[in-house]
C-alpha cells in the first residue's frame, strides 16, 4: 500500500468514525493498523471502534498496542480502563483511570470513571461525590459531575427528599432539553397494521427490567408490533426472552442523544415505555422531545421523577406513588390497581424453606447501605448477614466495616443470581435499607416467604416496600 493508499484507509476510516459507522471504522483503522504498525493513533481509533462494537477483548488489545507505543497518550490508558470494565475486570478498570488521574490530576474523564466505579461497582457513592467535586462547575464536565453527585445523593445524603427532588427536577430543565428535531414525513399504514410499542433500555438482560416487566410485553406481543431499542451491552437469557417478544431489534448503545431522538422518531411509535430513566440520561434526553405519540415511565432508573414534560404519564400504583405526592412528579401519575409491576419468578426460584435462619440477611448493592442505614445495623444485637457479589471488592467491605466490627458481619458473595436467591431464602427476616429501599429482591424475598422489615419514606425508591407486612 501506497502512502496515497494509506491516506485514503485513513480519511475512510475517519469519515466512518466520525458518522458512527463503527464497522466499517474499525475494518479500515485495522487496515491501517496492520500496513503502519508503528502509527499509535490508528491502534487508539482501532480501539475505539472495537469498544463501541461491544469487542471489548480486541479493543483492549490494539489500546495496550497503542499505549505502548505512545505513552503520553492518556486517551489510550482511559479507554482501557473501559474495556476492562466491560469485561468485568474493574480493578484493573480502576488502575487504569487511576493511573491517567496520577499523570493528570485535573481529568475529567478519568474522575467521572472513577465516580462512576465507586458508586456502581465497589458502592461507595460519597467517594464517588469526592472524586467529581473538582469537576463541578466546570464548562466540560460540570453537568456530569452535578449528575454524580444527584445519582449519589439517592442512596446517600444529608439533606431532604424534597431538596433532592427539586434538585433533580432543575436539573432536568437545565440540561435534559433537546432541541426539536424536524419531522420526517410519515408514511400512512394500512388500516390493518398492528399498533407499534417501543421499549429502550440499557438493561433488557436478567434485571428489574426483565422480572418485573416480560409478562406484560408477552401479554402486549400478542396485539401489537414491540420495538425494542437496546442501549446496552449485556446479553443473556433474559435478553434472548426479550427478542423472543420483539417485532424489531434496534440497537443503539453508541448513539448520542441527537441522533438517538431521529431513531425514535424515524420508527413511527404509537407508544414508548421509557424502562432506563435516570440508568440512561442520554435516553432521558433523546425524550425530551417526545419522538412517539405517548409515552410513559416505568420499571428501569425508576428512582425519581424524570423532570421531563413529554412524558403522558408515570406508571405507579397507590402504594408506591400515591396521589398526594404528585408535586414530586413532571410525570402525570398512572397509578395500576393491584400493583404497578407483576413479579415473573426464574425457573431456578427456590421453594420457600421449613427452617431458616434467625440471622436477619441484607440483600442489597453495597452502594444502599447508606450510613443511616449503617447506623441502624449497628442497634441490633448479633451478627447481620450481607449478600451481595460486589462485596468481593474490598471498598465495599471496608465501607461496612467502618461502622460495624468484622465479628457482626458475614459477608456471603453469591457467584450466580440464583445461588443469591438460595442464600435469602434461608433467612426469617431480611432488613431493606434506606433511604433507597428493594425493589426487585424485596419482591424476591416475599415470594420466598422471608418477611421483609422496612422504613418507607417519600420518594419512589424509598417506597417499594410500602404495601409489604413487616414494614
Same mark, same amino acid.
Request: aromatic share 8%.
Given at each position: 500500500?501506497?502512502?496515497q493508499?494509506?491516506?485514503?484507509?485513513?480519511?475512510?476510516?475517519?469519515?466512518?468514525?466520525?458518522e458512527?459507522?463503527?464497522?466499517?471504522?474499525?475494518?479500515?483503522?485495522?487496515?491501517?493498523?496492520?500496513?503502519?504498525?508503528?502509527?499509535?493513533? *490508528?491502534?487508539?481509533?482501532?480501539?475505539?471502534?472495537?469498544?463501541?462494537?461491544?469487542?471489548?477483548?480486541q479493543?483492549?488489545?490494539?489500546?495496550?498496542?497503542?499505549?505502548?507505543?505512545?505513552?503520553?497518550?492518556?486517551?489510550?490508558?482511559?479507554?482501557?480502563?473501559?474495556?476492562?470494565?466491560?469485561?468485568?475486570?474493574?480493578?484493573?478498570?480502576?488502575?487504569?483511570?487511576?493511573?491517567?488521574?496520577? *499523570?493528570?490530576?485535573?481529568?475529567?474523564?478519568?474522575?467521572?470513571?472513577?465516580?462512576?466505579?465507586?458508586?456502581? =461497582?465497589?458502592?461507595?457513592?460519597?467517594?464517588a461525590?469526592?472524586? %467529581?467535586?473538582?469537576?463541578?462547575?466546570t464548562?466540560?464536565?460540570?453537568?456530569?459531575?452535578?449528575?454524580?453527585?444527584? !445519582?449519589?445523593?439517592?442512596?446517600?445524603?444529608?439533606?431532604?427528599?424534597?431538596?433532592?427532588?427539586?434538585?433533580? !427536577?432543575?436539573?432536568?430543565?437545565? =440540561?435534559?432539553?433537546?432541541?426539536?428535531?424536524?419531522?420526517?414525513?410519515?408514511?400512512?399504514?394500512?388500516?390493518? #397494521?398492528?399498533?407499534?410499542? &417501543?421499549?429502550?433500555?440499557?438493561?433488557?438482560?436478567?434485571?428489574?427490567?426483565?422480572?418485573?416487566?416480560?409478562?406484560?410485553?408477552?401479554?402486549?406481543?400478542?396485539?401489537?408490533?414491540?420495538?425494542?431499542?437496546?442501549?446496552?451491552?449485556?446479553?443473556?437469557?433474559?435478553?434472548?426472552?426479550?427478542?423472543?417478544?420483539?417485532?424489531?431489534?434496534?440497537?443503539?448503545?453508541?448513539?448520542?442523544?441527537?441522533?438517538?431522538?431521529?431513531?425514535?422518531?424515524?420508527?413511527?411509535?404509537? %407508544?414508548?415505555?421509557?424502562?432506563?430513566?435516570? !440508568?440512561?440520561?442520554?435516553?432521558?434526553?433523546?425524550?425530551?422531545i417526545k419522538p412517539? $405519540?405517548?409515552? @410513559?415511565?416505568?420499571?428501569?432508573?425508576?428512582?425519581? #421523577?424524570?423532570?421531563?414534560?413529554? @412524558?403522558?404519564?408515570?406508571?405507579? +400504583?397507590?402504594?408506591?406513588?400515591?396521589?398526594?405526592?404528585?408535586?414530586?412528579?413532571?410525570?402525570?401519575?398512572?397509578?395500576i390497581?393491584? &400493583?404497578?409491576?407483576?413479579?415473573?419468578?426464574?425457573?431456578?426460584? /427456590?421453594?420457600?424453606?421449613?427452617?431458616? $435462619?434467625?440471622?436477619?440477611?441484607?440483600?442489597?448493592? /453495597?452502594?444502599?447501605?447508606?450510613?443511616?442505614?449503617? $447506623?441502624?445495623?449497628?442497634?441490633?444485637?448479633?451478627k447481620?448477614?450481607?449478600?451481595?457479589?460486589?462485596?468481593?471488592?474490598?471498598q465495599?467491605?471496608?465501607?461496612?466495616?467502618?461502622?460495624? +466490627?468484622?465479628?457482626?458481619?458475614?459477608? %456471603?458473595?453469591p457467584?450466580?443470581?440464583?445461588?443469591?436467591?438460595? %442464600?435469602?431464602?434461608?433467612?426469617?427476616? !431480611?432488613?431493606?435499607t434506606f433511604?433507597?429501599?428493594? &425493589?426487585? #429482591?424485596?419482591?424476591?424475598?416475599?415470594?420466598?416467604?422471608?418477611?421483609?422489615?422496612?422504613?418507607?419514606?417519600?420518594?419512589?425508591?424509598?417506597?417499594?416496600?410500602? +404495601? @409489604?407486612?413487616? #414494614?
Amino acid at each position: 500500500m501506497n502512502a496515497q493508499e494509506s491516506l485514503a484507509v485513513l480519511q475512510s476510516a475517519q469519515e466512518a468514525m466520525h458518522e458512527g459507522r463503527w464497522a466499517e471504522s474499525a475494518h479500515f483503522f485495522g487496515l491501517a493498523a496492520q500496513r503502519q504498525a508503528d502509527n499509535a493513533g *490508528a491502534w487508539h481509533n482501532l480501539g475505539l471502534s472495537l469498544l463501541a462494537l461491544g469487542n471489548a477483548p480486541q479493543a483492549l488489545k490494539a489500546l495496550q498496542r497503542a499505549y505502548g507505543l505512545n505513552p503520553r497518550l492518556w486517551q489510550s490508558r482511559l479507554l482501557q480502563g473501559r474495556a476492562h470494565k466491560m469485561l468485568g475486570q474493574v480493578q484493573e478498570a480502576d488502575a487504569s483511570f487511576a493511573a491517567v488521574m496520577q *499523570a493528570y490530576p485535573t481529568n475529567g474523564t478519568a474522575r467521572l470513571a472513577r465516580a462512576d466505579l465507586a458508586m456502581n =461497582v465497589f458502592g461507595t457513592p460519597l467517594q464517588a461525590v469526592e472524586w %467529581v467535586k473538582p469537576l463541578l462547575g466546570t464548562p466540560e464536565h460540570g453537568d456530569d459531575a452535578e449528575l454524580t453527585t444527584l !445519582m449519589a445523593s439517592l442512596y446517600d445524603r444529608d439533606e431532604s427528599a424534597q431538596e433532592l427532588n427539586d434538585r433533580v !427536577m432543575d436539573f432536568s430543565r437545565r =440540561v435534559l432539553r433537546l432541541a426539536p428535531l424536524p419531522r420526517a414525513r410519515v408514511t400512512p399504514r394500512a388500516a390493518k #397494521t398492528r399498533p407499534r410499542v &417501543g421499549l429502550i433500555s440499557p438493561l433488557f438482560c436478567a434485571s428489574p427490567v426483565y422480572f418485573l416487566t416480560i409478562a406484560a410485553w408477552r401479554e402486549e406481543a400478542k396485539a401489537r408490533d414491540v420495538v425494542v431499542f437496546n442501549r446496552g451491552h449485556k446479553a443473556d437469557w433474559a435478553t434472548q426472552a426479550f427478542k423472543d417478544v420483539a417485532s424489531e431489534w434496534h440497537d443503539v448503545q453508541e448513539m448520542d442523544a441527537t441522533r438517538l431522538a431521529q431513531a425514535l422518531q424515524d420508527a413511527d411509535l404509537d %407508544v414508548l415505555y421509557d424502562l432506563g430513566g435516570w !440508568m440512561d440520561p442520554v435516553g432521558l434526553k433523546a425524550l425530551s422531545i417526545k419522538p412517539a $405519540r405517548h409515552m @410513559f415511565k416505568w420499571v428501569g432508573g425508576q428512582s425519581i #421523577t424524570t423532570g421531563l414534560d413529554s @412524558f403522558d404519564g408515570w406508571i405507579g +400504583d397507590e402504594a408506591q406513588s400515591p396521589a398526594h405526592l404528585q408535586s414530586l412528579y413532571t410525570e402525570p401519575l398512572h397509578n395500576i390497581p393491584g &400493583g404497578y409491576a407483576i413479579y415473573t419468578p426464574p425457573d431456578y426460584m /427456590p421453594a420457600p424453606q421449613s427452617k431458616r $435462619r434467625l440471622e436477619p440477611v441484607v440483600f442489597a448493592n /453495597p452502594a444502599k447501605l447508606s450510613r443511616a442505614f449503617l $447506623r441502624h445495623l449497628q442497634t441490633i444485637q448479633g451478627k447481620k448477614v450481607l449478600v451481595h457479589q460486589q462485596f468481593q471488592h474490598a471498598q465495599a467491605r471496608d465501607h461496612v466495616l467502618s461502622y460495624l +466490627d468484622a465479628s457482626e458481619v458475614e459477608f %456471603v458473595m453469591p457467584r450466580s443470581h440464583h445461588e443469591a436467591l438460595e %442464600v435469602v431464602g434461608q433467612h426469617a427476616e !431480611m432488613l431493606d435499607t434506606f433511604p433507597y429501599s428493594s &425493589g426487585l #429482591t424485596a419482591r424476591e424475598a416475599k415470594a420466598m416467604g422471608v418477611k421483609v422489615r422496612a422504613k418507607v419514606g417519600t420518594l419512589f425508591c424509598e417506597r417499594h416496600c410500602a +404495601d @409489604f407486612e413487616g #414494614t
